[in-house]
Nanobody, 126 residues
């Protein structure tokens, strides 16, 4: 089971840190992805962190603003979101999937993920 937390209402330019906690399995066995879905829009890949090379990968719209990281001791993955914009408003989901390729392969491929959380709402508004 995956559980996201840390969402909320923030002003433009503000920051939030989302957490993805796992129970029943170890997150460091998997690639972990972050996806978001704004109202009326398709689900979009935001970021993933690779089990193979340990690096984070990002969609272009969040590069330089979002950072994904792991704390294996806590079995938690984080998404630090800085300089938030109104267009970042969405429900954010974390997902875990078996990783066969390193690099950015898993950022925009939700069908590669086996486990999903329930989502946490992020609203960026003045």
């Amino acid at each position: 089971q995956l559980v996201e937390s840390g969402g909320g209402l923030v002003q433009p330019g503000g920051s939030l840190r989302l957490s993805c906690d796992a129970s029943g399995f170890a997150l460091d066995w998997y690639a972990i992805g972050w996806f978001r879905q704004a109202e009326g829009k398709a689900r979009e890949g935001v970021s993933c962190i690779s089990k193979i090379d340990g690096n984070g990968y990002y969609t272009d719209s969040v590069k330089g603003r979002f950072t994904v990281s792991r704390d294996n001791a806590k079995n938690t993955v984080y998404l630090q979101m800085n300089n938030l914009k109104p267009e970042d408003t969405a429900v954010y989901y974390c997902a875990a999937g078996t990783e066969y390729y390193s690099g950015s392969y898993y950022v925009q491929r939700p069908y590669e993920y086996n486990y999903w959380g329930q989502g946490t709402q992020v609203t960026v508004s003045a």
